[in-house]
């Protein structure tokens, strides 16, 4: 069965300045893998996918990720963070149809 | 309007009490899911649905039951509420069994249960 790991629970990041978010993904195949954010209040609304080809993938936003197969990771990362960008991101693994969430990570924005 | 719709968005019941939370979605997606959310968990599946009257259960089914009669609709009853199903609820819809489909959210459902 696949899982997915965020070691980071709560992250704190000053605005302008750069995010990385972990994802760490156990699968037996090759993973369908996603980054999803969720603003307070509202549904989950996905940034980005990846399955095959270029291990770089941008999505909205301005959030890319890189997928490390040798890591088993798939980190979201972004140049500079908006304030707007406060929010929980969750890492996601793909099987057939369903999908296997990590437990997510806060992002905190200061001025 | 289009999309997936929740309803209601905020519930308070006591233990025992049967409630039904309700997702409708306007896309005509074969496949249906709920999921809670928890503070430490992430989201965790507890039903799906593959088409109308195709069900499935999650990694967190027990305590709920699911049902399908027509493609737009996925209610999700929980036949005797008790408090460990405080929880978030929400509802998503993807139109293929590819796992690369995006999954569409509802905006949630927030149930406590006293």
């Known amino acids: 069965a696949q899982s997915v790991t965020q070691p980071d629970i709560h992250i704190t990041v000053s605005e302008g300045a750069s995010l990385e978010l972990r994802c760490n993904y156990s699968?037996?195949?090759?993973?369908?893998l996603f980054w999803y954010v969720q603003s307070p209040g509202q549904g989950l609304q996905l940034l980005l996918k990846?399955?095959?080809?270029?291990?770089l993938v941008q999505g909205i936003k301005g959030f890319e990720a890189e997928f490390k197969r040798s890591q088993s990771s798939f980190n979201l990362r972004k140049p500079s963070v908006h304030w707007s960008d406060a929010a929980e991101y969750f890492c996601?693994?793909?099987?057939?149809?369903?999908?296997?969430f990590g437990a997510g990570t806060t992002v905190t924005v200061r001025a | 309007d289009a999309g997936i719709t929740q309803s209601p968005r905020y519930k308070i019941t006591e233990t025992g009490r049967q409630v039904t939370l309700m997702c409708h979605q306007t896309?005509?997606?074969?496949?249906m899911f709920w999921y809670r959310q928890d503070l430490g968990h992430g989201l965790r599946l507890i039903y799906y649905?593959?088409?109308?009257?195709?069900?499935d259960k999650g990694e967190v089914p027990d305590g709920y039951v699911v049902s399908r009669s027509k493609t737009e609709n996925f209610p999700l009853t929980l036949e005797s509420a008790t408090r460990s199903q405080t929880s978030v609820y929400f509802c998503?819809?993807?139109?293929?069994?590819?796992?690369?489909?995006?999954?569409?959210f509802g905006p949630g459902t927030r149930l406590t249960v006293l």
């Open positions: 649905s593959a088409a109308a009257d195709i069900t």
């Open positions: 699968y037996g195949a090759t993973p369908y």
């Open positions: 996601a693994v793909g099987a057939d149809y369903k999908l296997s």
């Open positions: 990846y399955f095959s080809g270029d291990t």
């Open positions: 998503a819809s993807t139109p293929g069994a590819s796992g690369y489909n995006e999954q569409f």
């Open positions: 896309w005509s997606h074969s496949y």
